[in-house]
């Protein structure tokens, strides 16, 4: 998107006998390309600058693609190795509770599977406070 504005100045000098007019002009604007006019005062210095310059927006906007979506891969699959990594954590302290029932100590297991629940519990609702914060 682009967006042009344009500003005149107009200045007078004095002097006795002379008077002398400065008149200078603006133009700005935002976005990937210049606009039309830009590129046609470009041309006259350049045939060629008009296509370099697309050329060169297409370029980064690929680029720029290209390393949204690096980014978005990598997010995707640091969130699949906490998912497993979770996982893993999880079965293993359910078997170790296991293991206390089956050595006659229900009442330590309870507590260890009390702690478990607790902490997954929180971790998610960590996860969900700290991503709320992100996109307010």
Same mark, same amino acid.
């Given at each position: 998107? $682009?967006?042009? /504005? !344009?500003?005149?100045?107009?200045? !007078?000098?004095?002097?006795?006998?002379?008077?002398?007019? %400065?008149?200078?002009? %603006?133009?700005?604007?935002?976005?990937?390309?210049?606009? @039309?006019?830009?590129?046609?005062?470009?041309? @006259? =210095?350049?045939?060629?600058?008009? *296509? /370099? =310059?697309?050329?060169? &927006?297409?370029?980064? #906007? #690929?680029? /720029?693609?290209?390393?949204?979506?690096?980014?978005?891969?990598? %997010?995707? !699959?640091?969130?699949?190795? *906490?998912?497993?990594?979770?996982?893993?954590?999880? $079965?293993?302290?359910?078997?170790?509770?296991?293991?206390?029932?089956?050595?006659?100590? &229900?009442?330590?297991?309870?507590?260890?599977?009390?702690?478990?629940?607790?902490?997954? &519990?929180? =971790?998610?609702?960590? !996860?969900?406070? %700290?991503? *709320?914060?992100?996109?307010?």
């Amino acid at each position: 998107m $682009s967006k042009n /504005r !344009r500003s005149q100045k107009l200045q !007078r000098k004095t002097s006795p006998k002379t008077e002398v007019y %400065t008149k200078s002009e %603006t133009l700005y604007y935002e976005g990937a390309l210049p606009p @039309a006019i830009q590129l046609e005062h470009y041309s @006259a =210095i350049d045939s060629s600058f008009p *296509n /370099r =310059i697309l050329k060169m &927006a297409e370029e980064e #906007a #690929a680029h /720029r693609r290209k390393v949204e979506i690096g980014i978005v891969n990598k %997010t995707f !699959r640091e969130n699949q190795y *906490n998912n497993w990594f979770g996982l893993a954590a999880i $079965s293993i302290i359910l078997v170790f509770c296991t293991y206390l029932v089956f050595m006659w100590n &229900a009442e330590e297991a309870q507590w260890v599977a009390v702690a478990l629940v607790a902490s997954v &519990a929180g =971790i998610f609702v960590l !996860r969900k406070v %700290t991503s *709320n914060k992100d996109e307010g």
